[in-house]
């Protein structure tokens, strides 16, 4: 079946550091891969996508590249900033219902 | 804003009551929908997906007859927990696919906080 790994937190970095949060995946097919993130107190907000191999999903400073060879897609951010403290959870989604299946979460604390 | 809704927010039941919590997809029709549940400090779990008008599919090791979810239109999914027993405190969270613009996309609800004590 479906399976998404990632590292596990908690993450504390200080403001303007560096991010890097792993994620691989095992999947059939070619599945769309996700990050979300969950701010506390929120739900799960979509955070950026990709949907074939090569493919750079980016937002809000944020990046990762789908991988098939490496059958990853780490999260990268040049900078993080305080208010970027939240749970990033990496995902898949393949299959007919376009199913969700989600890594464990990885919490971001960043300090000022 | 939020395109998908959860009702109640948080909700504190005592054993053995029912539990209904309300998802809706606010400005799209949702051609399916899933219902997570999230316990603390871990992923979310897929429970079950539902068609409009069909009966859900649920995901191995899921009761069905206790977890109770219902399509009943292309903007409202219930999920009743019959019975309610403290293990069924948790988060759980609702998620609505369907086309909102040009491509289709799945939202996420805010979640519904259940304690059972």
């Known amino acids: 079946g479906n399976s998404v790994t990632q590292m596990e937190g908690p993450v504390t970095l200080s403001e303007e550091a560096f991010l890097t949060i792993n994620c691989t995946y095992t999947?059939?097919?070619?599945?769309?891969l996700f990050w979300y993130v969950q701010y506390p107190g929120e739900g799960l907000q979509l955070l950026l996508k990709?949907?074939?191999?090569?493919d750079k999903g980016s937002n809000k400073g944020f990046e990762a590249t789908y991988r098939k060879e490496t059958t990853s897609f780490h999260l990268e951010k040049g900078s993080v900033q305080v208010s970027d403290s939240a749970v990033y959870f990496c995902?898949?989604?393949?299959?007919?219902?376009?199913?969700?299946?989600f890594g464990i979460g990885t919490k971001l604390q960043v300090i000022p | 804003g939020a395109v998908v809704s959860q009702h109640p927010s948080w909700v504190i039941c005592k054993s053995g009551t029912s539990v209904k919590i309300e998802c809706r997809s606010l400005?799209?029709?949702?051609?399916?929908m899933f219902w997570y549940r999230q316990f603390p400090k871990q992923s979310l779990m897929l429970m079950a997906t539902s068609n409009e008008g069909s009966k859900a599919t649920y995901e191995q090791g899921v009761e069905k007859d206790k977890f109770l979810i219902n399509h009943a239109s292309l903007t409202l999914s219930t999920l009743t927990v019959t019975s309610a027993h403290p293990e069924d405190s948790s988060f759980y969270i609702c998620s609505a696919r369907g086309r909102r613009g040009v491509e289709e996309t799945q939202y996420f609800g805010p979640g519904t906080r259940l304690l059972v004590l």
């Open positions: 990709a949907t074939k191999a090569d």
């Open positions: 400005d799209f029709q949702a051609t399916t």
């Open positions: 995902a898949l989604s393949s299959g007919g219902y376009q199913k969700v299946t």
């Open positions: 999947a059939t097919g070619y599945p769309s």
